[in-house]
């Protein structure tokens, strides 16, 4: 169930209603629509899915529409985090000085453009920053892209959890949360699904160059680091280089070119499954998790990675649609990585695919 507060009070039954989190999006966005409720632009809002809060944020457009059937209102916005994706990042915190440590970084971005919200860190410990990397912001650059730049050199993934930020990984290996079939009768019942693979932005080979620290006067073979990361699947023909986001160590520049691999492969497998209700096992679903898909319409079947949720309820009852993708998309491990390569099979797809073909 889908519930909405304004202050206190609460609305439900909507004409159609959305609440929608990606890996991809730090921000959770909502969409809402009735006959009987009414918001303004700029109310804060509280949003619940099956009790448990799901966002904590505004209302940022409101459509009005009136036929001889009647009037109908419509609703969009996002959680508070999205005012550290829209903002500029403020002069007084464009530097900092090497040692700070990633949390207290965000913090201080945090309240440099007034934005009260919790930072969690389920990330675990995160290496403070050397005198090597140079922590600055671009002239112009949102408050976001500083945080997200650095984030990934430390292979943290960050997101809204509703009240927040959460810092998070995908590295400890992914095991079914979830379970989906397409056999009727079930609680995991799959009612549609969908497959889309579009390879065109893999390569082979990807070499991350770190960006040079001139005016600290490194020698040639300290300033110009690159690592570099194979996607087997794809033909060595393909080759892709690239400057990393700062200053890097050689690891690091291995590190971010496995995650550029991964964050191409992520998006290159778009399996979208539509299941009833919002939860599994009182579990609400949610980004970052395992699923176990046995689709024996499509095809697939093994654990893949929950990369979207999108909650929808309307007068015909309440669904979620979940964006899945390949287990070890985000990771930086390459251990890992060669072990979800045997969690996910999309062969028999693939294999249906080709004979039609």
């Not at 209302?59 to 009647?70: F, K, L, Q, R």
């Not at 809204?160 to 079930?186: H, M």
């Not at 060595?236 to 400057?243: G, P, Q």
């Not at 096992?281 to 093994?302: C, H, P, Q, T």
């Amino acid at each position: 169930m889908i519930e909405v507060k304004v202050g206190t009070e609460k609305f439900k039954k909507w004409t159609d209603a959305s609440v929608k989190r990606d890996i991809d999006n730090a921000s959770c966005s909502f969409s809402l629509s009735s006959d009987e409720y009414r918001f303004k632009a700029g109310d804060e809002i509280k949003i619940l899915v099956d009790g448990a809060l799901w966002v904590d944020g505004f209302v940022d457009s409101v459509t009005g529409d009136s036929s001889y059937s009647g009037i109908s209102y419509s609703y969009s916005g996002r959680d508070k985090v999205m005012d550290l994706l829209d903002s500029s990042l403020p002069d007084g915190v464009k530097n900092f000085k090497a040692g700070m440590d990633l949390v207290l970084i965000i913090n201080k971005i945090l309240k440099s453009i007034g934005l009260n919200v919790p930072v969690k860190n389920e990330a675990g410990s995160i290496k403070p920053f050397d005198y090597i990397e140079l922590i600055a912001g671009d002239a112009g650059s949102s408050a976001f892209d500083l945080i997200q730049g650095y984030a990934r050199k430390r292979g943290v993934m960050i997101n809204s959890d509703g009240q927040g930020i959460k810092l998070f990984r995908i590295n400890s290996g992914i095991v079914p949360v979830f379970n989906f079939t397409t056999k009727k009768g079930t609680e995991g019942t799959i009612l549609s699904s969908n497959m889309e693979i579009d390879i065109s932005e893999r390569f082979q080979k990807y070499v991350c160059k770190s960006q040079a620290q001139l005016e600290d006067e490194f020698s040639e073979a300290t300033v110009f680091r690159k690592g570099d990361s194979e996607d087997k699947s794809i033909r060595n023909s393909r080759y892709y280089e690239f400057v990393a986001e700062e200053s890097m160590t050689t690891k690091e520049c291995r590190q971010r070119a496995i995650e550029e691999m991964n964050i191409r492969k992520a998006r290159s497998l778009k399996y979208t499954i539509e299941v009833p209700f919002h939860s599994q096992n009182k579990m609400i679903y949610d980004i970052g998790y395992g699923a176990r898909i046995d689709d024996e319409i499509l095809g697939v079947s093994g654990t893949f990675l929950i990369k979207s949720v999108e909650f929808k309820e309307s007068l015909s009852g309440e669904t979620t649609s979940l964006v899945l993708t390949y287990p070890d998309a985000y990771a930086i491990d390459s251990s890992i990585m060669q072990k979800a390569e045997k969690k996910a099979d999309i062969s028999r797809y693939l294999a249906e695919r080709d004979k039609e073909i």
